[in-house]
């Protein structure tokens, strides 16, 4: 299983990035995926999910409204796009296979590969 995300680089508050994530190795499409990000000094925290058709997406509330999931299943790639960049959003960003959902509440376990981190820099 093979994660290779990328797109990141630094960028200008208010401005945007979209990142992408080449999946190989598995069965892409049978898959919830997702974004996750850690930024320095902090641990890695949930941005987005998308189910395994890219009917249902969902987001951590911090991002919701700026940021938006896809998938390519023709493709097997998972993108992140992020729009209006805020210095908060500054941080390495993973996508994630196999992710699930135990609840309605808690936010999701990822059951597969993490992918090897792209940068994102937001300046002020």
């Known amino acids: 299983v093979q994660l290779q995300a990328s797109g990141g680089g630094l960028v200008q508050a208010g401005g945007s990035l979209r990142l992408s994530c080449a999946a190989s190795?598995?069965?892409?499409?049978?898959?919830?995926m997702g974004w996750y990000r850690q930024a320095p000094g902090k641990a890695r925290e949930f941005v987005a999910a998308i189910s395994w058709n890219g009917v249902s997406t969902y987001y951590a509330a911090p991002v919701k409204g700026r940021f938006t999931i896809s998938r390519d299943n023709a493709k097997d790639a998972v993108y992140l796009q992020m729009n209006n960049l805020q210095s908060d959003d500054t941080a390495v960003y993973y996508c994630?296979?196999?992710?699930?959902?135990?609840?309605?509440?808690?936010?999701?376990?990822?059951?597969?590969?993490w992918g090897q981190g792209t940068l994102v820099t937001v300046s002020s």
């Open positions: 994630a296979s196999n992710l699930v959902y135990y609840n309605d509440y808690d936010p999701p376990v990822v059951k597969g590969s």
């Open positions: 190795g598995f069965t892409f499409s049978n898959f919830y």
